[in-house]
């Protein structure tokens, strides 16, 4: 029972780590919700929420907020030690994508982003 169990992590791991993302822009990520998607754009407004224990920032795309098209969201309180530095600060005004599974938030698009490795810097 172990071995197999051992032969299946072998032949899925590969698998897991070549899967590709479809890359969107932020515009797309609506028509995109419930999927895995990488989505691209520009940090127009970031905003970090210290007022609650959990600590939330928002990275958001398209336009400031609250006009904003797309947004990434970190629970930076429970994710602090995964990201170097403070994310609202080092994303903001840059070219980015952010890889997970898309959600809605008061019908806008959002990913939540818990490690750092989900989010490229562009140029």
Known sequence: ???????????????VNSYDFIEIPHTAAIQNVGKL????????STYINSNTASQRIYLNMGREYPN??????????????????????????KNICISGVISTFNEKPQIQIDFENQIEIRQ
């Open 1 to 15: 029972m172990r071995y197999r169990f051992l032969l299946i992590l072998v032949f899925l791991a590969p698998a």
């Open 37 to 44: 998607r990488t989505v691209c754009g520009k940090v127009q």
């Open 68 to 93: 904003h098209t797309f947004t990434g969201l970190i629970w930076y309180s429970s994710n602090k030690d995964n990201f170097d530095g403070r994310p609202d600060k080092k994303y903001k005004k």
